[in-house]
Structure formats: structure tokens, C-alpha cells
């Protein structure tokens, strides 16, 4: 009888356990998936810049001017730790877009601060300004639809697309799953494009500018110039780790609104660059580096409950036959 009792009770442990198998596969397993403290990844881009106007005098270029600069970009990302906490992840992203001759011609470093288990920026202390949506990372096992990505140069998020699933190569891992989405839209921007553009302009300036020496402006008086910056790009992500792995297409175009002076917009420059393909196979092989981590807490722990409740409950039902046997 108490083998039966004993039986019993394994019984129902076993059950228990077994239930907690789907909870650990969709609540628990998922609960452990966080961004880790050891990002460092280096993205590659080459590319060029055109410039429609000299940025110094404000005068536009004949199209046959047009001055065009080649360009080498290393974007690189890495964790910062100490300024991380439990929820929130800190990364330092440092960019250099260097031309002929070894010139920097644009550059930055940013602090973005991401939500570990979503990958969206989040507010945060040590982040250099308040953002939403997404831009280094896409969350974990991205879906099938639009994100929200964010853009520092106009202060806003704007929609990517998906269009298609496909697989690609690293160096080392193959047939890798990833999601293709494209982005494309057109705002005010916060600031200039470009380090020696100016916030404002004479009328004087303004009217050789845009070509039109009867615009009504104080030829003294000072204008703020409105900026607008053009977008259009694919981005490809890693469908597990949200890893942006390549954009084989991305495209910035900028612009002067003088659409208050019924002139509409009058294009400055134009900024082209592409993923280089040595460097996607490297950041593929970077985001597939955590595949076994994900696995663990997205697949064997679950795997591993549903197994050890199997075996419990045939345990349990062993005892309960021994029990009515012997009493047989």
C-alpha cells in the first residue's frame, strides 16, 4: 500500500514536471534570452559621396561638378558593462567614414541603450539621447513584419519592411536564416548633414543659392535653412539573434527645403554605400556564434523537463504495477 501511495505521488510529480515542459519552452526558456555583455562587432561599408554644392560657399555645382568622394565606413559596436545594468544594455558605436588619402571625412560615437530581452532602445541614464524603436539590434527571433527603426539625424523611427526570408554564408556556419526588409522615407533633419553646411543663410546667400536674385528676402537678414534628409536601404537580419548582418543597399540623399519660397526641394548631396561581402560573412559568423547559447535555453532545458517528466511518470506507474502485483 505504501508503494502504491509512493507511486502515486510520483505519479503526479512526474505530470507536474511534464507540464512544466511547454512553460519552459514559452515562458521561462525565452525569459533567459538576454543581450549579452560581450558584443563587439565591426561592420565594413565602402561606398561614395556626392556633393551637389560647395558645402563652403553655398553655391551649387554645375552637374558636370559635381564633386564625387569615395568612401571607406567601420561602424563598430561593443558593451559597455559598467554602464549596464540587469535590464538595460549599453553600446558604444563608433563610426569613421575615411576618403582618399586616409581623411576622416565623417565620424561620430554614440551610446545607445537597448531593453536585454526586446533589443529596442529604451531610455536611459547613460544613453547619449532618448530614442525608440530599433537600430543596431532587431529583437530576438525576428518575425514577418514591419519594425520600427530609429533614425538620430531626424529625431524619429520610421517603418522597414519585410519582403523575403533567405539564407546566407559565413565563413564558418552555412545556410544561415535571414530576413530581408526595406526602409524608405524622407524628414526634416535635426541638423546639418554635413560638418561645414551652416544652420542658416543670408538672403543675400539664399538667393544665389537657389538661383533667384527676386526672391522676396532681406539680403542682410539671417534665414534658418531646413534640412531634409532622404532614405532608402535593405537591410538584412539575422533571424535568430536580430544581428543586422548586411545592407547590400542603402541610400541617403539631402536636400534644402525651399518649399516656403515655392522652390521646393533642391538636392545637395547624395550618400551610397554597400555592406563589403568579406565583411557580411564575418558578422554572420559573429550572430551565429550564440546559436548553441540559444539553443540551451530555447530548446535542450525544455527538451531535457519533457524527458525527466517522462521518466518520472513511468517511474511512478512501475511502482504502481509492482504494488498491485504483490498484492495480487
Do not use: C
Request: proline content about 6%.
Amino acid at each position: 500500500m505504501k508503494r502504491s501511495k509512493a507511486g502515486i505521488i510520483v505519479l503526479v510529480i512526474g505530470i507536474i514536471i511534464l507540464i512544466m515542459a511547454p512553460i519552459f519552452k514559452w515562458v521561462i526558456g525565452p525569459s533567459l534570452v538576454k543581450l549579452p555583455d560581450d558584443i563587439n562587432n565591426s561592420s565594413v561599408y565602402e561606398g561614395v559621396m556626392t556633393l551637389y554644392v560647395d558645402p563652403t560657399s553655398m553655391t551649387i555645382l554645375p552637374p558636370d561638378m559635381a564633386v564625387k568622394v569615395p568612401l571607406t565606413i567601420t561602424r563598430t559596436d561593443q558593451s559597455q558593462p559598467s554602464k549596464s545594468d540587469g535590464s538595460v544594455a549599453v553600446v558604444k558605436e563608433t563610426m569613421k567614414a575615411v576618403g582618399p588619402g586616409g581623411k576622416v571625412q565623417l565620424s561620430y560615437t554614440k551610446y545607445f541603450a537597448m531593453d536585454r530581452k526586446k533589443s529596442n532602445n529604451v531610455a536611459y541614464k547613460y544613453a547619449d539621447r532618448t530614442r525608440s524603436g530599433y537600430f543596431i539590434l532587431l529583437p530576438f527571433n525576428v518575425e514577418k513584419k514591419t519594425y520600427m527603426m530609429w533614425d538620430d539625424d531626424t529625431g524619429k523611427a520610421g517603418p522597414a519592411k519585410f519582403v523575403k526570408v533567405q539564407k546566407m554564408d559565413g565563413d564558418k556556419y552555412k545556410n544561415v536564416d535571414v530576413y530581408v526588409f526595406e526602409a524608405e522615407g524622407s524628414d526634416a533633419m535635426l541638423k546639418p548633414p554635413l560638418p561645414n553646411l551652416p544652420k542658416e543663410i543670408t538672403g543675400a546667400e539664399a538667393k544665389k543659392l537657389l538661383g533667384d536674385p527676386n526672391l522676396n528676402l532681406n539680403d542682410d537678414q539671417k534665414y534658418p535653412i531646413t534640412y531634409v534628409k532622404s532614405t532608402k536601404a535593405t537591410i538584412v537580419a539575422d533571424q535568430r539573434t536580430g544581428t543586422i548582418v548586411d545592407l547590400p543597399a542603402y541610400e541617403e540623399s539631402y536636400y534644402v527645403d525651399a518649399s516656403a519660397l515655392g522652390m521646393g526641394k533642391m538636392k545637395i548631396a547624395d550618400l551610397k554605400y554597400h555592406q563589403t561581402r568579406a565583411n557580411v560573412r564575418s558578422v554572420i559568423d559573429n550572430a551565429a556564434k550564440y546559436y548553441g547559447l540559444l539553443d540551451i535555453a530555447e530548446k535542450w532545458v525544455p527538451l531535457a523537463v519533457l524527458i525527466v517528466g517522462i521518466l518520472v511518470i513511468l517511474i511512478g506507474i512501475l511502482l504502481m504495477v509492482r504494488t498491485k502485483q504483490q498484492e495480487a
